[in-house]
């Protein structure tokens, strides 16, 4: 799997959202790979959108057809500054990926030096996890080759996350490989499958 991020703030947010809609049904008529993608708006005005791809070649294929080249113009022009992009080839599947039945999305973002030791914790034990915390649907953590990380965490809804939080944090040896990590939560997610 390939995962790109795309992020820039902006005050547009409602033609932004109508875009999107024009994206996701022009990715249902030919777009070669695509497995689906999650985004939205943090409250402070931040657009993120992570695009779920088979495979690199596949993403940079779709990026090439010229319907892909005019919705990313139009959505530069949406954006309060250049979007900033992230090529994650390094992807892992956590809890089964990603739900479009998630009523809550958090985004992690951040860097760490170690991202298999990252992954070889994140993978632990899913049925303690699941146990521990009901309101984790899943999600996805995407690396890209200077070791910057986004890890896109679904929940059944932000009420319920919250609860979790304050009942378990993540280990402190994950905490520590994970430096100038940063939230960004979309209250209100919008998702298209494949």
């Known amino acids: 799997m390939f995962i790109q991020v795309i992020q820039a703030r902006s005050t547009r947010q409602d033609e932004v959202r109508t875009l999107m809609r024009e994206w996701s ?15 939205g708006f943090t409250d402070d005005g931040t657009f993120i959108h992570v695009v779920r791809f088979e495979s690199r070649d596949k ?30 080839d390094d ?40 146990r521990d915390r009901p309101d984790i ?10 070791g910057d990380f986004t890890n896109t965490v679904y929940f059944t809804d932000e009420a319920g996350a919250r609860e979790g939080e304050s009942r378990s944090e993540p280990p402190e040896d994950l905490r520590t490989m994970m430096s100038d990590a940063r939230f960004l939560d979309l209250r209100d997610p919008w998702f298209a499958s494949a």
């Open 137 to 146: 649907i899943g999600g996805t953590f995407a690396v890209d080759a200077n």
């Open 59 to 88: 993403a940079m294929a779709n990026s090439d057809r010229p319907e892909t080249d005019a919705m990313s113009q139009r959505m530069a022009e949406l954006m309060d500054g250049p979007p900033e992009f992230h090529d994650c």
């Open 25 to 39: 049904e022009m990715t249902d008529d030919g777009a070669s790979g695509f497995l689906g993608s999650t985004g």
């Open 91 to 130: 992807v892992t599947e956590w809890m089964g990926g990603g739900s479009d039945d998630a009523g809550f999305v958090q985004i992690i973002q951040g860097h760490t030096d170690d991202p298999e030791a990252v992954k070889a914790m994140m993978a632990g034990d899913e049925e303690e996890l699941r």
